[in-house]
């Protein structure tokens, strides 16, 4: 059997060794050995297909580039994107700020005539402080009172050209006169240097219920009256003349962004800050 395979090779070999003698004298219609055109036939398809692996190894490292340009296109116009909307729910918040401010300011023809707005850059909520500035440079007095569209937020305690420097009602040396929507009992709201504040000095026999209302009543000689300035969380009795009060500021002073300076207000002759 092996020596029957390999006689059938051997006979093939000779017939193809044959049949190339047999090219080299046979002249193709080209005047050239038929031989070379049987070259030329095998060789050709495999330049064809080498020249098309080229274009396509060439077209495919173009698209691939193409390809990570699109995506980091893509990618930045995500970022754009997502920068956009950030910016867009920005301006939502300001203007239903803006709208809020309005409101409270056209409530009051005072208010309104002088106000200026500002716009929260800084805040330090543990030492009471926030930085403000306003769109055009501006020179506010000392102890100008500040409000937000939900109240009272503090006063200026520093002004230069466009920035302004408050001092939150929240700080530790903060006090602000304060009343009841009725005007029927007044106290003293005081900073602590953190989120609650104490309201020192209402009578033990005055009727102060947890949630009650306390508006700015003018007596500290800074601020104007009627501003929501707390809203009342606890109310305990004690051994000393006066209820022990604690309220929350009614303006959130940690959200807080667009602020109104009451630039025009006068404080009562003499008044200065506590």
Same mark, same amino acid.
């Given at each position: 059997?092996?020596? &029957?395979?390999?006689?059938?090779?051997?006979?093939?070999?000779?017939?193809?060794?044959?049949?190339?003698?047999?090219?080299?004298?046979?002249?193709? %219609?080209?005047?050239?050995?038929?031989?070379?055109?049987?070259?030329?036939?095998?060789?050709?398809?495999?330049?064809?297909?080498?020249?098309?692996?080229?274009?396509?190894?060439?077209?495919?490292?173009?698209?691939?580039? *193409?390809?990570?340009?699109?995506?980091?296109?893509?990618? +930045?116009?995500?970022?754009?994107?997502?920068?956009?909307?950030?910016?867009?729910?920005?301006?939502?918040?300001?203007?239903?700020?803006?709208?809020?401010?309005? &409101?409270?300011?056209?409530?009051?023809?005072?208010?309104?005539?002088?106000?200026?707005?500002?716009?929260? %850059?800084?805040?330090?909520?543990?030492?009471?402080?926030?930085?403000?500035?306003?769109?055009?440079?501006?020179?506010?007095?000392?102890?100008?009172?500040?409000?937000? &569209?939900?109240?009272?937020?503090?006063?200026?305690?520093?002004?230069?050209?466009?920035?302004?420097?408050?001092?939150?009602? %929240?700080?530790?040396?903060?006090?602000?006169?304060?009343?009841?929507?009725?005007?029927?009992?007044? *106290?003293?709201?005081?900073?602590?240097?953190?989120?609650?504040?104490?309201?020192?000095?209402?009578?033990? +026999?005055?009727?102060?219920?947890?949630?009650?209302?306390?508006?700015?009543?003018?007596?500290?000689?800074?601020?104007?009256?009627?501003?929501? %300035?707390?809203?009342?969380?606890?109310?305990?009795?004690?051994?000393?003349?006066?209820?022990?009060?604690?309220?929350?500021?009614?303006?959130?002073?940690?959200?807080?962004?667009?602020?109104?300076?009451?630039?025009?207000?006068?404080?009562?002759?003499? *008044?200065?800050?506590?």
């Amino acid at each position: 059997m092996e020596v &029957a395979r390999t006689t059938t090779v051997r006979t093939v070999l000779v017939w193809i060794l044959l049949e190339l003698v047999a090219a080299l004298q046979v002249p193709s %219609t080209t005047g050239s050995p038929l031989v070379f055109s049987w070259i030329r036939t095998v060789i050709e398809p495999v330049v064809f297909a080498a020249e098309v692996a080229v274009d396509f190894g060439v077209n495919l490292g173009l698209g691939v580039r *193409g390809l990570q340009s699109v995506m980091v296109d893509n990618r +930045q116009m995500r970022v754009e994107l997502e920068e956009l909307r950030a910016r867009e729910m920005l301006l939502r918040a300001d203007l239903e700020a803006l709208r809020g401010i309005g &409101a409270f300011a056209g409530a009051d023809a005072e208010f309104e005539a002088g106000a200026l707005v500002g716009r929260c %850059t800084y805040r330090d909520l543990v030492a009471g402080t926030m930085e403000i500035r306003s769109a055009h440079p501006t020179t506010l007095r000392r102890d100008t009172p500040v409000v937000s &569209a939900d109240g009272l937020v503090g006063r200026v305690i520093r002004s230069e050209g466009r920035r302004h420097w408050l001092q939150l009602l %929240t700080h530790a040396a903060a006090a602000v006169a304060v009343q009841t929507e009725d005007a029927v009992v007044q *106290g003293l709201a005081l900073g602590t240097g953190g989120d609650v504040l104490t309201v020192a000095y209402i009578p033990r +026999q005055a009727v102060v219920e947890r949630g009650a209302l306390l508006v700015t009543s003018g007596g500290d000689g800074i601020y104007p009256p009627g501003i929501p %300035t707390v809203r009342v969380t606890r109310v305990r009795e004690s051994e000393d003349p006066f209820l022990e009060v604690t309220a929350l500021a009614t303006a959130d002073l940690r959200a807080i962004h667009m602020v109104l300076l009451l630039g025009t207000w006068a404080p009562a002759e003499g *008044g200065s800050a506590p």
